[in-house]
């Protein structure tokens, strides 16, 4: 079964740092681009960064560049979002997401189920 | 305030044909693919139309999109109970070295 499973959410404090996990199962991993797409309390979807399948492309949002970090590990089949200096805007659930193709793109076939980041002031 | 624009809300009856708009720019609709998902509440987004106006597979044929120069549509005909949700478009957006954009999403209700 193709699966997207996160982790890594929970509570931390405005200025803190918390790191995400996305395992991937199912499907050659190696083979997509991924992102992370999150989304506020009864808000609308706000993409936040890709990376190519290769990991040698990385993208983000503007409202997270410089303080996020997206990274990959193929051999482990796991895509990880490194989050720091956190406000409470990043308050939200990220998702993971699967790409169609090993670029980045914005079409996701597969989604995780979320993950709830809270940051407290 | 997002990229592309959608209308906040929409509605229709079932078996009517309801249309949502996104609007956008040059740089994102007007030169790359348009996606269109579906949310029902409390659940992770779906993919319901890919370039433009592919559907994936168990898509329903009811749904439909279409693009034109910088905006595009999603149609939904023949509109049932279980349509009702959240829908999104979105794009890649070649601006400021490349980046996705959201449409603020319409959510659709089922009369």
């Known amino acids: 079964e193709v699966q997207l499973l996160e982790s890594g959410g929970g509570l931390v404090q405005r200025g803190g740092s918390l790191r995400l996990s996305c395992a991937a199962s199912?499907?050659?991993?190696?083979?997509?681009?991924m992102s992370w797409v999150r989304q506020a309390p009864g808000k609308g979807l706000q993409w936040v960064s890709a990376i190519s399948a290769s990991a040698v492309t990385t993208y983000y949002a503007d409202s997270v560049k410089g303080r996020f970090t997206i990274s990959r590990d193929n051999s482990k089949n796991t895509l990880y979002l490194q989050m720091r200096s956190l406000r409470a805007e990043d308050t939200a659930v990220y998702y993971c997401?699967?790409?169609?193709?090993?670029?980045?793109?914005?079409?996701?076939?597969?989604w995780g189920q979320g993950t709830m980041v809270t940051v407290s002031s | 305030q997002s990229v592309l624009t959608q209308p906040p809300s929409a509605s229709g009856t079932p078996g009517q044909r309801v249309t949502i708009s996104c609007s956008g720019s040059?740089?994102?609709?007007?030169?790359?693919?348009v996606n269109w998902y579906q949310q029902l509440p409390g659940t992770a987004p779906k993919l319901l139309i890919y370039s433009d106006n592919q559907r994936p597979s168990g898509v329903p044929d009811r749904f439909s999109g279409s693009k034109s120069g910088t905006s595009a549509s999603l149609a939904i005909s023949g509109l049932q109970s279980e349509d009702e949700a959240d829908y999104y478009c979105a794009a890649w957006d070649d601006s400021l070295n490349g980046h996705g954009v959201f449409g603020g999403g319409t959510q659709l209700t089922v009369l």
């Open positions: 199912g499907f050659t991993f190696s083979s997509y681009a």
């Open positions: 040059s740089s994102n609709i007007g030169s790359n693919a």
């Open positions: 997401a699967k790409g169609f193709f090993r670029v980045p793109t914005i079409d996701f076939d597969i």
